[in-house]
């Protein structure tokens, strides 16, 4: 509310058409997507004031239609915006929604869910678990530090976290991984408010780049985790970086998995491409993600 307070004035100034719902749940959110989708013509734009997790609710409903959907962050992470080039300051948000460039997104699909930035399994699992169910996430979110709070979730984690023997199934090809203490299969760059997890991820390329650490002790994972906010991580002995159409994930005791920050679930589990699925709105100046 407090984005949209500074944001409603700016469309009010410049004379833009606009409707405005206030959600009250992920089901509601989706009904109003759904309803557009199947009403309007691709004349409108659905803008989300949210964050991923808020995204993750109406991606869905807009798959195959005309419409394109465009973001003003206001959530804990805010990758997806991040992605698109836009910027995380409402006025300019609005100045990149008006101007933008709309481009076709790849999405990730599970069995029963999609998402559109990062599916992270294991010790991020858990982390995005901790996280979710803590009170110091709205604090954070208060003062504009959104990544602070899975940061403090992966010190609260990481003691009593056991990594896993992990199987992989990779477009077809098997492979084992002893000691995982996660794998991230990403849409995009970045997750958990700008860890650049994968950082030559691409939406429109039609694969995943995958992240699988495996096989390093506590102390170097520790010393491993300040890297992935510039993505040098991914030039580390127990940094795996692969790409694929299909993955499966098998593990020896189930992992959490999250999707967008939101969790979706345990192990094993599915992830396949749904290739340009849906329309963004792109921030024109940003470099084509290809």
């Known amino acids: 509310m407090k984005v949209w307070r500074r944001v409603e004035p700016l469309l009010k100034r410049r004379n833009v058409g606009y409707r405005v ?38 991606i869905p409903e807009l798959i195959g239609s005309p419409v394109p959907v465009g973001v003003i962050p206001a959530g804990s992470g805010n990758d997806f915006a991040r992605a698109l080039g836009v910027p995380l300051h409402p006025q300019k948000s609005l100045d990149c929604l008006l101007t933008g460039q709309i481009r076709k997104m790849d999405i990730a699909r599970t069995k029963d869910r999609c998402c559109v930035t990062v599916i992270g399994i294991g010790i991020d699992g858990k982390v995005a678990q901790t996280v979710n169910e803590s009170r110091y996430k709205k604090w954070f979110h208060v003062f504009h530090m959104g990544r602070f709070s899975y940061v403090l979730g992966l010190f609260q984690v990481l003691l009593r976290y056991r990594p896993n023997r992990v199987t992989l ?16 299969v990403a849409n995009v760059p970045s997750y958990g408010g700008g860890m650049n997890i994968c950082p030559h991820a691409s ?26 906010f510039a993505g040098t991580h991914v030039h580390i002995a127990g940094v795996t970086m692969l790409k ?16 967008d920050g939101e969790m979706i679930g345990q192990t094993p589990i599915g992830i396949s491409i749904c290739r340009e699925a849906i329309h963004v709105v792109s921030n024109n100046a940003a470099r084509a993600p290809f």
Not at 31 to 47: C, E, F, H, S, Y
Not at 244 to 255: A, L, N, R, T, Y
């Open 203 to 228: 939406y429109a390329d039609g694969v995943f780049d995958i992240c699988v650490v495996h096989g390093i002790s506590r102390f170097k994972f520790l010393f491993t985790f300040p890297k992935v």
């Open 169 to 184: 199934f990779i477009d077809g090809t098997e492979t084992t991984y002893s000691g995982v203490w996660l794998v991230a």
């Open 21 to 58: 719902e206030f959600t009250e749940s992920p089901a509601h959110a989706a009904n109003i997507a759904r309803q557009l989708a199947a009403n309007d013509g691709g004349n409108t734009v659905l803008v989300v004031v949210g964050g991923d997790g808020t995204l993750q609710s109406v």
């Open 244 to 259: 694929g159409k299909e993955v499966k994930i098998v593990s020896d005791s189930p992992m959490f998995a999250h999707g």
